[in-house]
């Protein structure tokens, strides 16, 4: 699960229009229902605001009831496939209508002018699709032994990733993409992804899929970023070993 570039030579792309975008967050445990709550609450802070939220549900009936009752004003689909968090992300990439799609995870937190940031570089029709950085938001205080570069085992952006540009991958808890790319590849692969604890990266594949099918890049854009909540356990070595 690493940033990779693909080519540095080519110019920053120019200021994008104020494409329509849906975004789409996947969930399945009422435990974090606080964190989503703040996720939500950042997604309508933003300017331009997204044309819709979806929030999407892993089989668990009892939390779609809670989102519609507690989360007015977002819409609320139950994951239509195999539980899994790419079945998740699918249901909602198939629901919505908008040009762009953004892809995000239910314990983050976007920054002020995040989505005007991811919008920026599908100005130039060569970007299929745009990652944005993760900064880690510890639950405690965060490790001194941890070395920044090794941030990616909580799911943090890390230390000498790209300043900005084409890269091969990025991550689906912040994650754009061509909603048409998407369709034309059938969405994240349902037989290969995050489901309880297994986790495979899904979303690199889902990058290289779309790279080979459109020729077009993928663009790491770090001014796009988001917080992403790292419980206590995930601040102990043993997690990280």
């Known amino acids: 699960m690493s940033f990779v570039p693909r080519r540095t030579d080519r110019p920053s792309p120019p200021q994008a229009d104020r494409l329509p975008v849906s975004v789409v967050v996947p969930c399945h445990s009422e435990l974090r229902f606080g964190n989503l709550c703040d996720t939500v609450a950042s997604l309508r802070a933003q300017e331009p605001a997204p044309t819709e939220i979806v929030v999407v549900v892993d089989h668990s009936p009892a939390l779609r009831e809670r989102i519609e009752r507690e989360l007015p004003g977002v819409t609320v689909l139950a994951n239509r496939f195999t539980r899994g968090v790419s079945g998740t992300r699918n249901t909602g990439g198939l629901h919505v209508v908008t040009p762009l799609v953004v892809f995000v995870d239910d314990d983050i ?27 880690p938001r510890w639950e405690t205080a965060e490790p001194i032994w941890l070395p920044s570069e090794f941030l990616w ?53 889902f990058c290289l899929r779309i790279s080979r099918a459109t020729g077009k890049d993928w663009w790491y854009a770090p001014n796009a970023a988001v917080w992403h909540a790292v419980p206590a356990g995930r601040a102990d070595f043993r997690y990280f070993l």
């Open 109 to 135: 937190t976007a920054e002020p002018g995040w989505l005007a940031q991811m919008l920026v570089p599908f100005a130039d029709p060569d970007v299929v699709g745009v990652g944005g950085a993760i900064l």
């Open 153 to 205: 085992v909580v799911g943090g952006s890390y230390r000498d990733m790209p300043t900005g540009g084409p890269v091969r991958n990025v991550w689906s808890a912040n994650l754009a993409v061509r909603r048409d790319a998407f369709l034309a590849v059938g969405g994240f692969r349902t037989d290969f992804g995050k489901v309880g604890d297994r986790s495979r990266p899904e979303d690199t594949e």
